[in-house]
């Protein structure tokens, strides 16, 4: 998609959607393809998601968090909304449960990571936020 795909399919301006998609590009998040010209004759330059996995934590920096959540944002534009399959879930427990759930969760997403890939396997992508609910 071209940035002013992306910024149309988020509902945002093109100025706006453009700073974050050169943030991303300069994360390895995202690679400009060859440009193309668009409808007017206007230079395009389509995008599209290196597949770059990532794990950060509160103390990570914010611009890279923010990174983060616009290739994700970025990637979902992208999607017939019948190919995204979502969940919220808002839990109560200590602080105890809370790490042991954390750790539980990385180890099933750290096992299928490191599986060999099967002939005929499918791509897909998983992105996980746990955060206080207020």
């Keep these: 998609m071209t940035n002013k795909e992306i910024a149309q399919r988020l509902g945002r301006d093109p100025a706006t959607t453009l700073h974050h998609v050169r943030k991303l590009v300069d994360t390895g998040f995202l690679a400009p393809q060859p440009a193309r010209r668009g409808n007017r004759g206007a230079k395009e330059i389509p995008y599209l998601s290196t597949g770059k996995s990532w794990e950060l934590s509160g103390e990570d920096d914010r611009a890279l968090s923010e990174a983060m959540l616009e290739a994700y944002l970025s990637e979902i534009a992208e999607l017939d909304r019948g190919e995204l399959d979502q969940s919220r879930l808002v839990v109560r427990v200590d602080a105890e449960a809370r790490r042991e759930f954390e750790q539980r969760m990385l180890s ?27």
Excluded: M
């Design 108 to 134: 099933l997403l750290d096992e299928f990571r490191d599986r060999s890939t099967p002939e005929g396997a499918e791509q897909f992508a998983i992105y996980v936020a746990v955060y206080p609910s207020r």
